[in-house]
């Protein structure tokens, strides 16, 4: 007459468990679900109804009562299915209630009685804690990356009856092919020249800078970003645990082992959608590129080419590392704590050499425009990229090996860590003048860039903030900033939309 | 103002600023009539004879279209225009005219005029160039603005951005000095309009000269018409820089249909804004290289010691001169000042940024271009 099943249910990238409680019992034959279901987890009286009988399983036509506890959360999404269809079923004595109360559920079904993988499965098996977990087959990386209790694998519904009475043992099922490995042969020795901006991307690694770059087409911006995630460390246990829980909410298959290790990657493109890049959506709310980029990269390139709605979105995350998408009666806050990489060309023709550019300045204008002061601000790093010239093509050998640089990288942060328990970019105005102390030339450097209004006050503290960094890439390591720390800082720092009158 | 108290000036700037209105065409109606005349024909208020009934109806539209422009422009309009913006109207057979413009095929028909084109018998040389010239195309086209005005020649340029403007700067930093302007547009709007204080001085002290009439906006059709007054003014014209298929050509054209000499100043091959001056030079064109070469192909001779202005920046040394000096040839990226000197990318970006605070580099988009002594007025 009444069984308790155990299930959960996806809020952003965060799973919570649920207990489903059903009744079948006397009245005029009905389907109720209680406890602030919405409209995704309503239907599912309807496919559980259809996979039931197309089953061949019996369906009791009489009042069937759903209660979804704790009764105060909202429940969205499909993977209440299977749990309300093993309720029923066990509380109409179609199979033993106490071997079905005794495992969790998660799954959708089909019509025909087949389960089907949903987005999320991961944060949902972790919050189940030590219990065994059905799940579809398709969902089974996921959720052996997130299990602690035993992970069953089923195909479909009529499989579970003979299990849950005892007539059969659980299934075999073989798991997913994954998906086939990304081979990144992207290495930065395979960049030839640009050295610029090989520097720029070193110390964005290290000291976790946000990166500008800006350049006519065919420089290499891409080419350059893609490189950036193998400068990165691996990611820790903890790390790597939340970008496999938000890739799995957003849907995304995860890699072989199940646990995403190496800092994502995520290029969207400049026509991608604010819901797509921030997170949302109707029926339940996807992680957007910006969390899938957690603990990685999010590169954009043509920035100026993306919606102003949609540039907007990215204020929050950057100043929080976190986003908070509100819909009707419901806010979630997903993760969003990615290093950011934008691409530009420093004007509507690509510009190049002086005297290269055929814009009138009515365009030009309107072009920088597009990148508000305050989100220019956030890129510590702003550099100028050029085609390479003949020579570097030419020259047989290219520069330092992902490798090198990437071990440079390891010890500028462990070094930032060590010093100040943060990496140099989240490094604050009295923090500064504590962790980053400059020499008399620097200081003089600085000092007379203020004077002459060439360098804000902003810029000021982004320029130490990224000399400290540079500081940190040295062998030596020293505790003083050096001038000529300084000095590339700045220059890394091009005041590329001077046209508007803006400085470094 | 009733219609017998407007001078000829006025008829001539009213029909000067009729759509469709070409030098031939204004020729045409101002031959054996006085422009009051002229403006009722060209108005449709009395019966075209030929060649102007020809004109008529080889264009069956045109009658139509100056009737309706007869109501836009009316003549007490367009003089009362000219007396605000203190332009003189300037008719072929005024003796202000420049002779040199009378023998010309496509001789102008009026020239309005502010300043007084009487500098425009001393020796001229025309200094033409990109808009969106380099730092060192600005600088050349400024030094030799200032030392051909030093030798007394007058210097005559566009007024646009870039190199035109710079010439201007050059010219009017010598005491003395007459520039003249050519324009594509009226001369009661400046444009581009920072140059609004380069056309007042420019007139102040030489001349500013348009085929049209105040209030004539600055439509890209008129500034190929523009070159050809500038070039048939001219005995020399330097182009500074130009691209691939820049205005600066046609005006090198113009001039050399003209027998004027044109010289061009060579540029790197890398550099864009040097294709056009580079085609300029290997299809024959003498190169200038320092205001002498220009002087000599004026017959000037003009071998002056030593250099007219002091520069006061501290002498770089070692690997910097050397960066200076590669700049000097063509901007260079921090990225090639890296390759050819050998430093790090940090010593790279120390060396140009003191450069830079000396005065001798100037960065723009990331390119470092070597500044020199005349950067000041470009
Ligand atoms: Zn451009």
Same mark, same amino acid.
């Given at each position: 007459?009444?069984?308790?099943?155990?299930?959960?249910?996806?809020?952003?990238?965060?799973?919570?468990?649920?207990?489903?409680?059903?009744?079948?019992?006397?009245?005029?034959?009905?389907?109720?679900?209680?406890?602030?279901?919405?409209?995704?987890?309503?239907?599912?009286?309807?496919?559980?109804?259809?996979?039931?009988?197309?089953?061949?399983?019996?369906?009791?036509?009489?009042?069937?009562?759903?209660?979804?506890?704790?009764?105060?959360?909202?429940?969205?999404?499909?993977?209440?299915?299977?749990?309300?269809?093993?309720?029923?079923?066990?509380?109409?004595?179609?199979?033993?209630?106490?071997?079905?109360?005794?495992?969790?559920?998660?799954?959708?079904?089909?019509?025909?009685?087949?389960?089907?993988?949903?987005?999320?499965?991961?944060?949902?098996?972790?919050?189940?804690?030590?219990?065994?977990?059905?799940?579809?087959?398709?969902?089974?990386?996921?959720?052996?990356?997130?299990?602690?209790?035993?992970?069953?694998?089923?195909?479909?519904?009529?499989?579970?009856?003979?299990?849950? &009475?005892?007539?059969?043992?659980?299934?075999?099922?073989?798991?997913?092919?994954?998906?086939?490995?990304?081979?990144?042969?992207?290495?930065?020795?395979?960049?030839?020249?640009?050295?610029?901006?090989?520097?720029?991307?070193?110390?964005?690694?290290?000291?976790?800078?946000?990166?500008?770059?800006?350049?006519?087409?065919?420089?290499?911006?891409?080419?350059?970003?893609?490189?950036?995630?193998?400068?990165?460390?691996?990611?820790?246990?903890?790390?790597?645990?939340?970008?496999?829980?938000?890739?799995?909410?957003?849907?995304?298959?995860?890699?072989?082992?199940?646990?995403?290790?190496?800092?994502?990657?995520?290029?969207?493109?400049?026509?991608?959608?604010?819901?797509?890049?921030?997170? *949302?959506?109707?029926?339940?709310?996807?992680?957007?590129?910006?969390?899938?980029?957690?603990?990685?990269?999010?590169?954009?390139?043509?920035? /100026?080419?993306?919606?102003?709605?949609?540039?907007?979105?990215?204020?929050?995350?950057?100043? &929080?590392?976190?986003?908070?998408?509100?819909?009707?009666?419901?806010?979630?806050?997903?993760?969003?704590?990615?290093?950011?990489?934008?691409?530009?060309?420093?004007?509507?023709?690509?510009?190049?050499?002086?005297?290269?550019?055929?814009?009138?300045?009515?365009?030009?204008?309107?072009?920088?425009?597009?990148?508000?002061?305050?989100?220019?601000?956030?890129?510590?790093?702003?550099?100028?990229?050029?085609?390479?010239?003949?020579?570097?093509?030419?020259?047989?050998? *290219?520069?330092?090996?992902?490798?090198?640089? /990437?071990?440079?990288?390891?010890?500028?942060?462990? /070094?930032?860590?060590?010093?100040?328990?943060?990496?140099?970019?989240?490094?604050?105005?009295?923090?500064?003048?504590?962790?980053?102390?400059?020499?008399?030339?620097?200081?003089?450097?600085?000092?007379?860039?203020?004077?002459?209004?060439?360098?804000?006050?902003?810029?000021?503290?982004?320029?130490?903030?990224?000399?400290?960094?540079?500081?940190?890439? $040295?062998?030596?390591?020293?505790?003083?900033?050096?001038?000529?720390?300084?000095?590339?800082?700045?220059?890394?720092?091009?005041?590329? $939309?001077?046209?508007?009158?803006?400085?470094? | 103002?009733?219609?017998?108290?407007?001078?000829?000036?006025?008829?001539?700037?009213?029909?000067?600023?009729?759509?469709?209105?070409?030098?031939?065409?204004?020729?045409?109606?101002?031959?054996?009539?006085?422009? =009051?005349?002229?403006?009722?024909? !060209?108005?449709?208020?009395?019966?075209?004879?030929?060649?102007?009934?020809?004109?008529?109806?080889?264009?069956?539209?045109?009658? =139509?279209? +100056?009737?309706?422009?007869?109501?836009?422009?009316?003549?007490?309009?367009?003089?009362?225009?000219?007396?605000?913006?203190?332009?003189?109207?300037?008719?072929?057979?005024?003796?202000?005219?420049?002779?040199?413009?009378?023998?010309?095929?496509?001789?102008?028909?009026?020239?309005?005029?502010?300043?007084?084109? #009487?500098?425009?018998?001393?020796?001229?040389?025309?200094?033409?160039?990109?808009?969106?010239?380099? =730092?060192?195309?600005?600088?050349?086209?400024?030094?030799?603005?200032?030392?051909?005005?030093?030798?007394?020649?007058?210097?005559? @340029?566009?007024?646009?951005?870039?190199?035109?403007?710079?010439?201007?700067?050059?010219?009017?930093?010598?005491?003395?000095?007459?520039?003249?302007?050519?324009?594509?547009?009226? %001369? #009661?709007?400046?444009?581009?309009?920072?140059?609004?204080?380069? +056309?007042?001085?420019?007139?102040?002290?030489?001349?500013?000269? @348009?085929?049209?009439?105040?209030?004539?906006?600055?439509?890209?059709?008129?500034?190929?018409?523009?070159?050809?007054?500038?070039?048939?003014?001219?005995?020399?014209?330097?182009?500074?820089? @130009?691209?691939?298929?820049?205005?600066?050509?046609?005006?090198?054209?113009?001039?050399?249909?003209?027998?004027?000499?044109?010289?061009?100043?060579?540029?790197?091959?890398?550099?864009?804004?040097? !294709?056009?001056?580079?085609?300029?030079?290997?299809?024959?064109?003498?190169?200038?290289?320092?205001?002498?070469?220009?002087?000599?192909? %004026?017959?000037?001779?003009?071998?002056?010691?030593?250099?007219?202005?002091?520069?006061?920046?501290?002498?770089?040394?070692?690997?910097?001169?050397?960066?200076?000096?590669?700049?000097?040839?063509?901007? %260079?990226? %921090?990225?090639?000042?890296?390759?050819?000197?050998?430093?790090?990318?940090?010593?790279?970006?120390?060396?140009?940024?003191?450069?830079?605070? #000396?005065?001798?580099?100037?960065?723009?988009?990331?390119?470092?271009?070597?500044?020199?002594? +005349?950067?000041?007025?470009?």
């Amino acid at each position: 007459m009444f069984a308790s099943i155990s299930s959960a249910v996806l809020h952003g990238a965060v799973g919570h468990p649920i207990r489903v409680e059903v009744h079948v019992g006397k009245g005029l034959p009905g389907f109720t679900i209680s406890g602030l279901p919405d409209e995704s987890v309503r239907e599912s009286r309807d496919r559980v109804r259809a996979a039931i009988l197309s089953s061949a399983l019996p369906y009791p036509d009489i009042r069937i009562t759903v209660n979804l506890a704790p009764s105060d959360q909202r429940k969205t999404g499909s993977g209440l299915d299977l749990a309300i269809a093993v309720g029923i079923l066990a509380a109409s004595g179609v199979v033993d209630p106490a071997a079905a109360q005794a495992v969790a559920y998660v799954g959708e079904l089909g019509l025909d009685g087949s389960l089907r993988a949903i987005p999320g499965v991961a944060p949902m098996v972790g919050s189940l804690g030590d219990e065994d977990v059905v799940v579809p087959v398709d969902s089974a990386v996921e959720a052996h990356v997130a299990a602690r209790g035993t992970v069953r694998l089923l195909q479909r519904l009529d499989e579970l009856v003979a299990v849950l &009475n005892a007539e059969q043992p659980w299934p075999e099922h073989e798991p997913p092919a994954p998906p086939p490995e990304v081979t990144t042969s992207a290495d930065l020795a395979d960049v030839h020249g640009q050295h610029a901006a090989r520097r720029s991307l070193e110390i964005a690694a290290a000291g976790g800078h946000h990166l500008l770059m800006v350049g006519p087409p065919g420089a290499g911006k891409t080419m350059l970003a893609s490189r950036l995630p193998g400068l990165l460390p691996a990611l820790d246990r903890e790390r790597a645990l939340e970008a496999t829980m938000v890739h799995s909410a957003a849907g995304v298959r995860l890699p072989a082992g199940g646990l995403i290790t190496r800092p994502p990657y995520r290029a969207p493109h400049h026509t991608t959608s604010a819901v797509a890049l921030v997170g *949302g959506g109707s029926g339940s709310i996807r992680p957007g590129e910006i969390s899938l980029a957690h603990c990685g990269v999010l590169f954009m390139d043509e920035i /100026a080419e993306f919606a102003p709605k949609v540039l907007d979105g990215l204020r929050q995350p950057l100043e &929080n590392r976190h986003i908070t998408v509100s819909r009707s009666k419901i806010n979630v806050v997903l993760p969003a704590d990615f290093l950011l990489v934008a691409a530009m060309n420093p004007c509507p023709c690509g510009g190049g050499a002086p005297g290269a550019c055929r814009c009138n300045a009515a365009n030009l204008h309107r072009y920088l425009r597009r990148l508000s002061g305050p989100l220019l601000d956030r890129f510590d790093l702003r550099v100028d990229v050029h085609r390479p010239g003949v020579d570097d093509l030419l020259a047989s050998t *290219g520069g330092e090996a992902t490798a090198v640089v /990437a071990e440079r990288v390891r010890l500028a942060r462990e /070094a930032a860590v060590g010093r100040q328990g943060c990496l140099n970019s989240r490094l604050d105005g009295s923090r500064l003048d504590r962790f980053a102390p400059l020499d008399t030339g620097g200081r003089a450097v600085l000092r007379d860039r203020l004077e002459r209004g060439r360098l804000s006050a902003r810029g000021y503290h982004r320029v130490r903030r990224v000399a400290r960094t540079i500081a940190d890439l $040295d062998p030596r390591q020293p505790d003083v900033i050096p001038e000529r720390a300084i000095h590339l800082a700045l220059e890394l720092r091009a005041p590329f $939309d001077e046209a508007l009158g803006r400085v470094a | 103002m009733t219609g017998a108290s407007i001078p000829g000036a006025g008829y001539v700037a009213a029909l000067a600023s009729f759509d469709r209105m070409t030098a031939t065409r204004l020729r045409a109606l101002l031959r054996d009539r006085d422009p =009051q005349e002229a403006y009722a024909l !060209a108005a449709g208020r009395v019966q075209p004879s030929d060649p102007i009934a020809t004109l008529f109806a080889e264009y069956a539209d045109l009658a =139509q279209r +100056w009737r309706t422009e007869a109501r836009r422009h009316r003549p007490a309009d367009a003089w009362r225009r000219c007396v605000e913006a203190g332009v003189d109207v300037v008719r072929p057979d005024d003796a202000r005219f420049p002779a040199q413009l009378l023998g010309d095929p496509a001789c102008p028909a009026v020239l309005f005029v502010r300043g007084d084109l #009487d500098v425009l018998d001393a020796r001229r040389v025309g200094i033409v160039g990109t808009r969106n010239a380099t =730092q060192q195309g600005r600088a050349t086209a400024a030094r030799f603005g200032a030392e051909l005005a030093e030798a007394g020649v007058v210097v005559v @340029s566009g007024l646009a951005r870039g190199v035109d403007g710079a010439a201007h700067r050059g010219a009017l930093s010598v005491d003395g000095s007459h520039p003249v302007g050519i324009v594509g547009n009226g %001369l #009661d709007q400046p444009y581009p309009r920072q140059h609004a204080e380069l +056309w007042a001085r420019v007139a102040a002290r030489g001349a500013l000269v @348009s085929e049209w009439p105040p209030g004539t906006p600055p439509d890209a059709f008129r500034f190929p018409l523009r070159n050809r007054i500038l070039a048939a003014l001219v005995e020399v014209l330097v182009v500074v820089e @130009s691209r691939e298929r820049g205005g600066s050509l046609i005006t090198a054209k113009e001039a050399g249909e003209r027998s004027v000499d044109v010289m061009a100043v060579p540029g790197s091959v890398h550099s864009p804004a040097s !294709a056009g001056t580079n085609r300029l030079l290997s299809d024959g064109a003498a190169p200038a290289t320092e205001t002498a070469d220009i002087l000599v192909a %004026l017959g000037l001779d003009t071998r002056r010691a030593g250099r007219t202005r002091f520069d006061p920046r501290p002498a770089p040394r070692g690997t910097a001169a050397a960066i200076v000096e590669s700049c000097r040839s063509q901007p %260079l990226t %921090l990225d090639a000042v890296v390759d050819s000197t050998g430093l790090s990318v940090a010593d790279a970006a120390m060396a140009v940024a003191r450069l830079e605070r #000396d005065g001798w580099l100037r960065s723009t988009g990331g390119w470092f271009e070597a500044i020199d002594e +005349w950067a000041d007025l470009a």
